[in-house]
């Protein structure tokens, strides 16, 4: 069983910088993928980033590449998402995911998600 609870959301101006973080309960952190999705209403939840267990390998989806990083602690069971160049289409409740397995992950069918950080970017 893993609990994840997101935090660092918040209003920023287009162009600015939020580090989202995701904590994780549990002694196997280590053991799972992680990943962050987000959500507009009436959309679907949308991949935006994930990183494999030992953090050697990360993926993201292509508006995020070159602006967000995703990045894990093992040692602290947090995995962050670094976001700069902000725009007001990244607007969304961002979710922090937790899988095994990094296919599934990235299809977004996790088994363990968190409860989501509200992200506002103002133009």
């Known amino acids: 069983q893993v609990q994840l609870v997101e935090s660092g959301g918040g209003l920023v101006q287009a162009g600015g910088s939020l580090r989202l973080s995701c904590a994780a309960s549990?002694?196997?952190?280590?053991?799972?993928?992680m990943g962050w999705f987000r959500q507009t209403p009436g959309k679907e939840r949308e991949f935006v980033a994930a990183?494999?267990?030992?953090?050697?390998?990360?993926y993201y989806v292509d508006s995020a590449k070159g602006r967000f990083t995703i990045s894990r602690d093992n040692a602290k069971n947090t995995v962050y998402l670094q976001m700069n160049s902000l725009k007001p289409e990244d607007t969304a409740v961002y979710y922090c995911?937790?899988?095994?397995?990094?296919?599934?992950?990235?299809?977004?069918?996790?088994?363990?998600w968190g409860q989501g950080t509200q992200v506002t970017v103002s133009s």
């Open positions: 995911a937790a899988e095994k397995f990094l296919s599934i992950l990235r299809s977004g069918s996790s088994d363990y």
């Open positions: 549990g002694r196997t952190f280590s053991s799972y993928a």
């Open positions: 990183i494999s267990r030992g953090g050697g390998s990360t």
